[in-house]
């Protein structure tokens, strides 16, 4: 039951980012491109999706002490902000910027079956493997 | 190059993402963010794996499935390969020192108030901003 909702719900989330404009880089660069072809839809996304899901997580957490296929919720407990943090999103923008794909938008913009989605992922997937790479040869920290 | 301002559109698939990471919270425990969805299928794999591969097919097959409908989606890649290249592989490095990418820190940690993903949510907002700024009108675009 736990595969078939993750389906279903990976797909209102691949239909949701593809509707939103998400997963169009054309229209996320312009979002922030102020200063040029600015386009604000993207806060109308961001907006929508935060404010669904603060009344939505309020409501889940609120009434229940444990979801309805798996045995706990799994939600981070870290809450100081450091270095690794601080610039990996830096990092993260900068890359961002340069493309105007982010990995939600992206991972749903390969059912759109264009080719640069395809190179941007391969990349990006590259760059996560190498990152954790780093990770355990360098700060021995990396997470599985 | 303009794109048009699609208020409604992108309200409603704001909602819709909103309402997965709700759904994906209450039946499966999970935050619905990308980053460490995905990071969970590459090597080391994940034990818990399987949720995992089939959250990312879900999100791949449904726009497949909503354009072979008839409907259209606005897709338009403004940049060179190279810059394409460049872009993801910053992005990866980024997301995974980071912990997180927009929908997971810039929707479900600002949704419950996480301070690491409120900062982290600032930093890549403001980075990326600068990192556009930059690109278009200093470099005139790559």
Redesign the interface.
């Known amino acids: 039951m ?26 996320v ?2 979002f ?6 600015w ?4 806060i ?14 309020r ?2 957490f609120g009434t ?1 002490s ?11 407990g ?4 450091d270095r ?22 992206a ?8 080719s ?1 989605t395809f ?14 790479g ?2 355990t040869a360098v700060f021995k920290t990396a997470k ?1 | 190059m303009t794109t048009e301002f699609t208020p409604y559109m992108s309200l409603g698939g704001g909602i819709l993402i909103g309402l997965a990471a709700t759904l994906l919270m209450v039946f499966n425990g999970r935050i619905a963010g990308m980053t460490g969805i995905l990071g969970g299928i590459l090597p080391p794999v994940s034990s818990d794996w399987p949720w995992r591969a089939a959250f990312l097919a879900g999100a791949i097959i449904a726009p497949m499935i909503y354009v072979m409908s008839g409907n259209t989606i606005g897709f338009s890649v403004p940049i060179s390969t190279g810059a394409l290249v460049i872009g993801g592989l910053i992005v990866g490095v980024g997301v995974m020192f980071g912990s997180g990418c927009t929908s997971g820190h810039g929707v479900c940690g600002m949704a419950r108030l996480s301070p690491r993903s409120i900062a982290a949510t600032v930093v890549f907002m403001v980075s990326t901003g600068i990192t556009v700024f930059v690109v278009r009108h200093i470099f005139g675009g790559i």
């Open positions: 736990r595969i078939l909702s993750a389906l279903v719900i990976g797909m209102i989330f691949g239909i949701g980012i593809a509707i939103s404009g998400m997963a169009n880089p054309a229209k660069l312009n922030f491109d102020i200063a040029g072809s386009d604000p839809s993207l109308f996304v961001m907006g929508g999706a935060l404010i669904t899901t603060a009344i939505g997580y409501l889940v229940r444990t979801p309805l296929f798996e045995g706990a919720f799994v939600v981070p870290n809450r100081i902000i690794r943090l601080v610039l990996g999103s830096a990092t993260f923008g900068i890359g961002w910027g340069i493309s105007g794909f982010c990995p939600g938008g991972i749903p913009a390969l059912g759109l079956g264009y640069e190179i941007f992922v391969g990349a990006m997937i590259g760059g996560m493997v190498l990152a954790r780093i990770d599985a």
